[in-house]
C-alpha cells in the first residue's frame, strides 16, 4: 500500500484528493496549518489510514517524509489576491516552501513528486490553444511564484526523483473548504444570493476551467502512471472543451436560475486572458475530464438552497479570511502578555 503525503491537505482541493485517496486504499499524510479548520477534512480525520500533520510547509524537514511514495504538493496562498496581501509572505510560502517540501522530500528517498500549478502562469496569452511549451506571461506575484517553483523543481528532477508538475484550469464545483472566489462558484452564489451576475471587464477575457473532481482525478492518474510518461513533465489539467469566455459562463450559470439579471462592468483589475490546449493530458495519460460547469452550477444551487453551505462563514473568501487572521495577529501582538491576551 503506497503512502502519499499531500501538502495543503485542508484546502478546497486538498480536502476532496484525500476523501479520494483514501477511498481508493492509500495511505494519506495531511500536512497543513489548517488555518480554515481541521473539521473541513470530515471523516478522512478518523480514517485508520490518515496521519494528521498540522506544520507549516517552510519548516517540513527529511524527517517528515520517512516512508512516503509520493508527495502531492498543493500548499500555499492560493490565489491573486492573497498573493498581494504581501507579496513577501507569498514568496515565503509559495516559492521557499515549495523549494522546501520538494528538497526535504528528495532527501528522504520520495520517488515521486506531484506539483499544484496553474494555468495562470500563461497570464495574457498571445495565442489560442497555448500548449505546455508556450511562452509564459505571468502578471501576478502568485502566477510568478508558480513560474518560478516550476523552474525550480524541474532542477531536481532526476531518476530517483521524478517531478510532475500539474496546471490546474480555475477550479470549480463543491468542496467541503468551499470558495467563493472562484469565477463559476462566486457567479453561482451571487445568482443565488443577489439575482444577478456581475460580468467583469466586458466578459470577452478567455478562461479554461475544470472540476475540483477532474482536478482530483489527473493527481490520482499520475500517482500510477509509467515514469516515462510524466518524468519531468508538465500537463495542463482541464479539457479544450471548457475554455470558455466569461460571458459564456455567465449565460451558462444564469440558465440554472429564473430572473437573474445580468450587469456587464466595462473594467476589471483582472487582466488575465489564456485559453489552453489540454491534448497532451489526454493523449499522454488518457485523461478526460468528465465534469461540467452546468452540473457543477446545478450542484452549488442545491448545496445553497439545502443550507449545506453556510454563506456567511467568513472562510469562504479566501482574502478576507487571510485578512481577519492578519488582524488577529496584529490585536494579539499588540495585547499579549506572557503569551496570553488575558
Not at 445580468?262 to 493523449?283: C, G, M, W
Request: net charge neutral.
Amino acid at each position: 500500500m503506497k503512502t502519499i503525503l499531500v501538502t495543503g491537505a485542508g484546502g478546497y482541493i486538498g480536502t476532496a484528493l484525500v476523501t479520494q485517496l483514501l477511498a481508493e486504499g492509500y495511505k494519506v499524510v495531511g500536512v497543513d496549518r489548517f488555518f480554515f479548520g481541521k473539521e473541513l477534512l470530515g471523516s478522512s480525520q478518523t480514517h485508520p489510514n490518515f496521519q494528521l500533520l498540522q506544520k507549516d510547509i517552510r519548516k517540513l524537514n527529511a524527517a517528515d517524509f520517512a516512508g512516503v511514495d509520493v508527495v502531492m504538493d498543493l500548499a500555499g496562498l492560493s490565489n491573486d489576491p492573497t498573493a498581494e496581501l504581501s507579496q513577501d509572505l507569498a514568496w515565503s510560502i509559495n516559492f521557499d516552501g515549495g523549494s522546501n517540501v520538494a528538497r526535504a522530500a528528495k532527501a528522504a528517498g520520495v520517488k515521486r513528486y506531484i506539483y499544484s500549478s496553474s494555468c495562470s502562469v500563461y497570464g495574457t496569452g498571445k495565442q489560442l490553444l497555448l500548449t505546455e511549451e508556450s511562452e509564459l506571461a505571468p502578471a501576478t506575484t502568485y502566477a510568478q511564484t508558480k513560474v518560478r517553483l516550476e523552474e525550480e523543481l524541474l532542477k531536481l528532477q532526476d531518476r530517483t526523483f521524478e517531478v510532475v508538475i500539474l496546471r490546474n484550469a480555475t477550479v470549480y464545483g463543491y468542496s467541503s473548504r468551499m470558495r467563493f472566489d472562484l469565477v463559476i462558484n462566486l457567479m453561482t452564489l451571487s445568482a443565488w444570493r443577489d439575482g444577478q451576475i456581475v460580468i467583469m471587464g466586458g466578459g470577452k477575457q478567455w478562461r479554461p476551467v475544470v472540476h475540483i473532481q477532474d482536478v482530483v482525478e489527473a493527481f490520482c492518474t499520475c500517482i500510477s502512471a509509467p515514469s516515462s510518461a510524466v518524468a519531468g513533465e508538465i500537463f495542463n489539467v482541464g479539457s479544450d472543451e471548457q475554455n470558455y469566455q466569461v460571458f459564456q459562463l455567465a449565460y451558462m450559470i444564469k440558465s440554472v436560475f429564473s430572473g437573474v439579471k445580468l450587469i456587464t462592468a466595462p473594467d476589471d483589475a483582472d487582466k488575465r486572458s489564456y485559453n489552453v490546449s489540454f491534448k497532451k493530458i489526454h493523449e499522454v495519460l488518457g485523461y478526460t475530464a468528465s465534469q461540467t460547469p452546468l452540473s457543477a452550477a446545478k450542484e452549488l444551487k442545491e448545496a445553497l438552497t439545502m443550507g449545506k453551505i453556510d454563506i456567511y462563514d467568513k472562510r469562504l473568501n479566501t482574502l478576507k479570511h487571510y485578512q481577519h487572521l492578519l488582524e488577529v495577529q496584529e490585536t494579539f501582538s499588540a495585547l499579549a502578555e506572557d503569551g496570553k491576551i488575558i
